[in-house]
């Protein structure tokens, strides 16, 4: 038998989480946090796929895009240690594999000096990463001009996103040593 009745509407709908069985008493904000991070984070990876797809580089990964770009920042030739620390990825293996893919494209360059390996971006790859930039200022930029208050909003933002990267590498830290 269907029932007419309606769902009752939710009166305290409290934290928006991923994973209530996480909250916390002490601090449900952080809870809070991490969806939206996670939540962030995924649109960010599809963003900065789709740029560089519409800047004509198709079929990377989100890490693939963002180490392109760490190769290119400042016009410097990166070691691979020296990204990994950068970029907080523990694993090298997963950027040195981006590296790799992105030398098949001709887009990075290796240069070999005694027994280190330094990374810079081609000219080609410069062009991308140009490219992109253009793509980034029309699609995401643009959009943030008329608000002052939320670009100094995403300037804390940026700040605190510093700070809990440190707590979380020191919680993980804490954790491996149990």
Known sequence: MKSDAKPKAKTDSGPIVSSAHLVSAQS??????????????????????????????????????????????????????????????????????ALKKLQNLGVVA???????VTYAATDVGRAY???????????LIDALKADDALNRDIGELARLLRVLSGMYDQAARSAASL
């Open 110 to 116: 290796s240069q070999k000096n005694g027994k280190e």
């Open 28 to 97: 449900a904000e952080m809870s809070e946090f991490e969806f939206g991070l996670i939540v962030a984070g995924n649109a960010f990876h599809r963003w900065v796929v789709h740029c560089m797809a519409a800047a004509g580089l198709k079929d990377l990964t989100p890490l693939d895009v963002v180490v392109l770009h760490h190769v290119t920042h400042r016009a410097r030739d990166k070691r691979l240690a020296d990204i990994c620390f950068i970029m907080n990825v523990e694993d090298t293996h997963l950027v040195n594999y």
């Open 129 to 139: 990463v140009q490219r992109y930039r253009e793509i980034r200022e029309s699609c």
